[in-house]
């Protein structure tokens, strides 16, 4: 669900629905995770994007392309209210969204960091930044930070081959990196200097 912070405004997305109260993760402001009304939204906006399109299998993928420009990702809920709508099996839907790498079943955080694994990034040690990156957030590959903060992806190339290795903080290409600069360019974006 989309949070937005009563203090400071900055918005994320919050996963673990079993919590009463929540922290923002740019303020600290401790605050109530409002799942009431919540879902009566979640709900709106779902039959809205949903009553744009012909109740056919054909309408598939560009319903899932807007439901993920909306909420970031593909619920689980929302995917069982489109395969009712389109009178499909949820394996169906699961099936076409995982076969396109667009489509996303978890949040993304604030920050995509995506690391450079193409051949002149791999000849000079991209599984090593790759690694350093991983341990200074905590997370695997493909996986989102639990203050929703970061999100980490491996990609084949990011055209910066000179720079090589490099990583890519959201439309930041940063290069020649070592593990150290990895680490403090990513402790740069947690304190928010850049």
């Known amino acids: 669900m ?9 918005e994320w997305f919050y996963q673990d629905e079993e919590e009463d109260m929540v922290l ?3 303020c600290q402001n401790e605050m109530k995770a409002s799942l009431e009304g919540e879902s009566c939204s979640l709900e709106r ?6 009553e744009t399109y012909p109740s056919q299998p054909s309408s598939l993928i560009p319903i899932l392309q807007e439901i993920q420009k909306k909420f970031g990702y593909l619920p689980r809920d929302v995917i069982e209210d489109i395969a009712e709508y389109l009178e499909l099996p949820v394996s169906k839907i699961y099936g076409v969204a995982t076969f396109y790498a667009q489509f996303r079943f978890e949040p993304l955080g604030d920050h995509m960091i995506r690391v450079c694994h193409g051949t002149a990034c791999h000849v000079k040690g991209a599984d090593k930044i790759g690694e350093a990156v991983e341990n200074k957030l905590g997370i695997e590959t493909g996986e989102t930070t639990e203050d929703g903060q970061f999100t980490l992806e491996r990609v084949a190339c990011l055209g910066c081959c000179s720079l090589a290795p490099v990583m890519m903080v959201d439309d930041t290409a940063h290069g020649d990196l070592t593990r150290e600069k990895a ?8 304190e928010g200097e850049t």
Do not use: A, Q
């Open 183 to 190: 680490k403090d360019i990513i402790e740069k974006y947690k």
């Open 2 to 10: 989309k949070l937005e912070c009563d203090n400071c405004g900055h």
């Open 24 to 26: 923002c993760p740019e």
């Open 45 to 50: 906006d779902v039959e809205g994007v949903l």
